[in-house]
């Protein structure tokens, strides 16, 4: 809370927001979970409705929510995004099971290690994320939850890991 309550701590991420935007189709109900700063209010087509969530009450229409203690919104929506949250998760089954509640389709990013070495793991740590899902749990657990995945992107490539973005429909 402490951290993300430094409005330092938030970047934009125009690139991402305006592919996943592109994803989006007109008359949505967007559910944006870990909003941030909410840029994907602007890029989705008009028309669409925005719920933001996120861990820091971010506007009088925020939702608040703390994924690592259950607390997830109560409405359902025709999409949930979670852009730069997983990352921020312990439970990743519970991730999906609780997007799966939301919303018959998901969209979100999460950054993949190439190896899971002793630097991987530092810069990792750096960042300030609080995992290192290989991407076959990641699979795994979308499976689980009864998801199936629609697409992935490679999006961004760095030293140790790649950022991927995940479509997601799970059944109605
Ligand atoms: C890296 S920012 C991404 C913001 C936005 N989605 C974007 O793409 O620009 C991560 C966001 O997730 C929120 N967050 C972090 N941990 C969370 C948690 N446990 N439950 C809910 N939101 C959380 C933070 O407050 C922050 O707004």
Sequence with gaps: MERWSDPKQLMVWAERTRRVASFISTDQTVMDLGCGQMTLRDAIPKGCRYIPADLVK???DCRQIELNEGLWPQETADVVVALGVLEYVY?????FYGCARIAPRLIFSYH?????????RVERMKMGWLNDFPISQVVTEIVRAGGKIERIDGFMHKQNFTQYLFVVVFPI
Excluded: C, L, V
Excluded at 91 to 95: A, E, P, Q, T
């Design 58 to 60: 971010r506007s009088d």
């Design 91 to 95: 439970d990743i089954k519970g991730f």
């Design 112 to 120: 993949i290690s190439y190896s899971r070495n002793y630097a991987t």
